[in-house]
């Protein structure tokens, strides 16, 4: 069963980018992932698709603010023009044949 | 526009059962595999349970294992989640969500506390 890895916490000042990352396990770095916003009090929501390729498919609405990359086992989500509204906490998540597994997220703060 | 909505939370003594309810609408619901996730006070998401399309096949965290039963009626374009054998560590708000392979919505969620 794979393992995603997330730094706990992250910082960015207002209109700058910042790169979120997520690490497979071993042996599963070919997996996709998806990367989930969760805004304070409210349920997750659905970002983006990211392939081990680097291509990735965002969801309805999602700002292109919002942009997928890989490299080896780490998928990034990188957010441009940080607004205030993406202080959040961000999950990756994958599956396997029968389960399924998330990231212990990474609460972003926009200084 | 994709709607999840969650009913069915509420207060149980340990060792109680709940049944959790999820309708879907704006999608062709026998289509989808479903999954219920659920996210403890203060703490990250997990995921519980997941079902196929057609109800051939089931999915258990360890967990919730032969404590949890997932279903669905396509006929109703619902999700269930029953819960049994109730503990306090199963407190959490409950997520049913739409899966693609990975989850691409999300219901509100609803909050399920085990409490004496």
Request: glycine share 12%; net charge neutral.
């Given at each position: 069963?794979?393992?995603?890895?997330?730094?706990?916490?992250?910082?960015?000042?207002?209109?700058?980018?910042?790169?979120?990352?997520?690490?497979?396990?071993?042996?599963?770095?070919?997996?996709?992932?998806?990367?989930?916003?969760?805004?304070?009090?409210?349920?997750?929501?659905?970002?983006?698709?990211?392939?081990?390729?680097?291509?990735?498919?965002?969801?309805?609405?999602?700002?292109?603010?919002?942009?997928?990359?890989?490299?080896?086992?780490?998928?990034?989500?990188?957010?441009?023009?940080?607004?205030?509204?993406?202080?959040?906490?961000?999950?990756?998540?994958?599956?396997?044949?029968?389960?399924?597994?998330?990231?212990?997220?990474?609460?972003?703060?926009?200084? | 526009?994709?709607?999840?909505?969650?009913?069915?939370?509420?207060?149980?003594?340990?060792?109680?059962?709940?049944?959790?309810?999820?309708?879907?609408?704006?999608?062709?619901?026998?289509?989808?595999a479903?999954?219920?996730?659920?996210?403890?006070?203060?703490?990250?998401?997990?995921?519980?349970?997941?079902i196929s399309s057609s109800s051939g096949s089931t999915?258990?965290?360890?967990?919730?294992?032969?404590?949890?039963?997932?279903?669905?009626?396509?006929?109703?374009?619902?999700?269930?989640?029953?819960?049994?054998?109730?503990?306090?560590?199963?407190?959490?708000?409950?997520?049913?969500?739409?899966?693609?392979?990975?989850?691409?919505?999300?219901?509100?969620?609803?909050?399920?506390?085990?409490?004496?």
């Open positions: 069963q794979p393992v995603l890895t997330q730094s706990s916490s992250a910082s960015a000042s207002l209109g700058s980018s910042v790169k979120l990352t997520c690490t497979l396990s071993s042996g599963h770095s070919s997996y996709i992932i998806a990367w989930h916003q969760q805004q304070p009090g409210k349920a997750p929501r659905y970002l983006l698709k990211l392939e081990g390729s680097g291509s990735y498919n965002r969801g309805s609405g999602v700002p292109e603010r919002f942009s997928g990359s890989s490299s080896g086992a780490d998928r990034y989500l990188t957010i441009s023009n940080l607004q205030s509204e993406d202080e959040a906490d961000y999950y990756c998540e994958t599956w396997d044949s029968d389960s399924w597994v998330f990231g212990g997220g990474t609460k972003l703060t926009v200084l | 526009e994709v709607q999840l909505v969650e009913s069915g939370g509420g207060l149980v003594q340990p060792g109680g059962s709940l049944r959790l309810s999820c309708v879907a609408s704006g999608i062709t619901f026998s289509s989808y479903m999954s219920w996730v659920r996210q403890a006070p203060g703490k990250g998401l997990e995921w519980v349970s997941g999915f258990y965290a360890d967990s919730v294992k032969g404590r949890f039963t997932i279903s669905r009626d396509n006929s109703k374009n619902t999700l269930y989640l029953q819960m049994n054998s109730l503990r306090a560590d199963d407190t959490a708000v409950y997520y049913c969500a739409k899966r693609s392979g990975y989850i691409d919505y999300w219901g509100q969620g609803t909050l399920v506390t085990v409490s004496s």
